[in-house]
């Protein structure tokens, strides 16, 4: 199990998506992390292993900022509970994060590494990152290439990704999965 959430408003989110990950702990105490943009800037990545505490001491120490983002709790299924398997993964400026089992993510793996991509991580999250930055290269717009990268992955999964130069959107797609999608007017968290 692992919880995601992610925000697009008109001020900064990372409140919003910490609130959320606190309320979204029980689903995942491994690790957390948060991706965030805010228009000027490329994708702002952080990273921690431990509880949600852990990372928001991580952003009260290096402050980060943005108006979209998406945010992660972990619950380990591939790779052990560390800094480098924690989620958001990134491939060349876009970010993603996931729920659920990547069934083919072996085989997935093994054509990215020979087509030129690097792994960094030992999960199965980190190969819809790169492939959908493959699939970039033939399809310009994020939502085509998320589409043709769900075409390709076997498992139950809810992702969200977001990416530099789409400050406006998150795309989120599912797959035998749960995933809840809301909106909220009230004020701050």
Not at 23 to 29: A, F, I, Q, T
Not at 80 to 85: D, I
Not at 97 to 114: A, K, P
């Amino acid at each position: 199990m692992c919880g995601i959430v992610g925000a697009v408003a008109e001020r900064n989110i990372v409140p919003i998506l910490m609130e959320g990950l606190r309320r979204l702990e029980y689903r995942g105490y491994d690790s957390a992390g948060i991706a965030v943009l805010n228009g000027t800037e490329h994708l702002k990545r952080v990273r921690t292993v431990g509880k949600v505490k852990s990372l928001q001491e991580a952003i009260d120490q290096s402050p980060t900022h943005g108006k979209l983002g998406i945010a992660h709790t972990r619950w380990a299924t591939h790779g052990v509970p560390s800094e480098r398997n924690a989620h958001p993964h990134i491939s060349d400026g876009l970010a993603v994060v996931h729920n659920g089992i990547i069934e083919n993510f072996e085989s997935l793996r093994v054509r990215l590494t020979g087509l030129g991509y690097t792994f960094t991580s030992e999960t199965d999250t980190e190969v819809i990152a790169h492939l959908v930055r493959h699939h970039l290269n033939t399809r310009p717009d994020l939502l085509d290439a998320v589409r043709a990268t769900c075409n390709e992955l076997i498992g139950a999964y809810a992702i969200a990704i977001v990416s530099d130069g789409e400050d406006s959107r998150i795309i989120v797609a599912r797959h035998g999965s749960p995933l809840v999608l809301g909106q909220s007017e009230r004020g701050n968290y």
